[in-house]
């Protein structure tokens, strides 16, 4: 059986969890408390490379970490990442998109929010993660005028990967409402069959409120 390492307010993980479910695979999970230093212990990095979840263990022993990476694994051979090279390569390039662009502006923008750490961070520091995130929601909004889904008519991996911080954008101060692709693309996201509604909020994580360690 497979194995999710997973931190439930984690949207990283949430993208695993929702392919999980979307390709219908049964796997048990393992809850690592990441703000507690659990992903720092040396069994840990030993399955993730940087102490991050998600990972993903294979029934075989072999391990994967990295959202992205583990998204193309489960997803070769089906709808969601497609054979055809230029598709395949559409799909990368919004997987890179999210890995570089996505997190590292709303979904780190709204990590600081939901915990208070913003409260922590200089005024430039803020006003720079807000214009990151302004610009890749532009980005998206633009990428979304022309195209049904990211990476054109299907829905597939990048999808995912991207909506899984985007559409929370609202808790990291951004109203989607400014985004109307985006918001038009988040309903098309949610009626897919078997979408995962459930996100957990860091407040059921007493110690969300402390600075991971780097
Ligand atoms: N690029 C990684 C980022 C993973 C990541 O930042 N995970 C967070 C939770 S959302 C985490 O585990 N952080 C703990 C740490 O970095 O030590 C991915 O896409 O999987």
Do not use: C
């Amino acid at each position: 059986m497979l194995t999710l390492y997973d931190y439930l307010p984690s949207q990283n993980a949430y993208k695993v969890r929702l392919l999980l479910s979307q390709l219908k695979l049964s796997y048990r999970s393992v809850y690592v408390s990441i703000f507690e230093g659990e992903g720092q212990s040396e069994e840990y990095l030993k399955i993730s490379p940087t102490g991050a979840v998600p990972a993903l263990a294979l029934p075989d022993g072999r391990v994967l970490a990295e959202s992205n990476a583990i998204l193309a694994y489960l997803a070769d051979d089906t709808q969601f990442f497609p054979a055809d090279r230029f598709k395949r390569a559409k799909v990368l390039q919004w997987l890179f998109f999210e890995g570089e662009q996505v997190q590292s502006t709303v979904a780190t923008l709204r990590h600081w929010v939901l915990t208070g750490k913003d409260k922590r961070r200089s005024s430039a520091v803020m006003e720079s993660k807000r214009a990151g995130t302004a610009k890749t929601l532009g980005i998206l909004d633009r990428a979304l005028a022309s195209d049904t889904f990211l990476a054109g008519a299907d829905y597939t991996i990048a999808d995912i990967s991207v909506f899984s911080y985007v559409h929370r954008s609202d808790e990291a101060g951004f109203a989607l409402t400014d985004y109307p692709n985006v918001k038009r693309w988040v309903e098309e996201v949610r009626s897919q069959p078997d979408f995962v509604t459930k996100v957990y909020p860091y407040s059921i994580d007493p110690h969300s409120a402390q600075e991971l360690a780097w």
